[in-house]
């Protein structure tokens, strides 16, 4: 025996809710039997909403400027480290005393030589034997870093939009006929 209802059940608000109640007996019992045989499902639908479908886009207006600046800065950076990588170079050469007429040795020589320029003759270089201990590759090494972040600072003081701000638009489509 099946017995099919449906119940609509009425909220104050207004809404409602609706319930497909199919209660149904197993084949093999007869219709008087006992109530733990019997079963009960119930199938509830949610009501449908005003809104069916909503999207929310949201951008920040000011996101490609400070992304300009980011990459201006991380040039920037990028070859300084390069330049202070090249520098260091030269300062462990010298240290260890490296060959000066060795092909690598007249390349990195050659290359630093003008950025070391400005500060030879600042200190006198504690030598031993072979090694030097360039005092003017030091300084540069401290200068050049110096520079390299007031340049970043720079960067960021005139490119870079330190303002944030959210936008946003919705879309709303009503499924109502």
Do not use: C
């Not at 260091?88 to 240290?95: D, N, P, T």
């Amino acid at each position: 025996m099946h017995e099919d209802r449906t119940d609509i059940i009425q909220t104050p608000q207004g809404e409602h809710e609706v319930r497909q109640v199919r209660d149904s007996a197993p084949p093999a019992t007869q219709v008087g039997a006992p109530p733990a045989m019997r079963r009960t499902e119930v199938y509830a639908e949610t009501p449908r909403t005003d809104v069916e479908h909503l999207d929310t886009v949201a951008y920040d207006p000011f996101e490609r400027r400070r992304l300009a600046a980011h990459r201006i800065t991380q040039l920037i950076y990028w070859v300084f480290a390069l330049i202070e990588g090249l520098i260091a170079i030269r300062l462990i050469l010298k240290a260890l005393g490296a060959n000066p007429n060795a092909g690598f040795a007249q390349f990195i020589y050659g290359i630093t030589t003008p950025l070391v320029a400005p500060f030879l003759g600042l200190f006198a270089n504690p030598t031993y034997q072979t090694s030097v201990l360039e005092l003017s590759s030091i300084v540069a090494l401290i200068v050049y870093a110096l520079i390299a972040w007031l340049l970043g600072k720079l960067v960021w003081i005139l490119v870079g939009e330190t303002r944030s701000a959210v936008r946003t638009h919705s879309t709303q489509m009503d499924s109502r006929v």
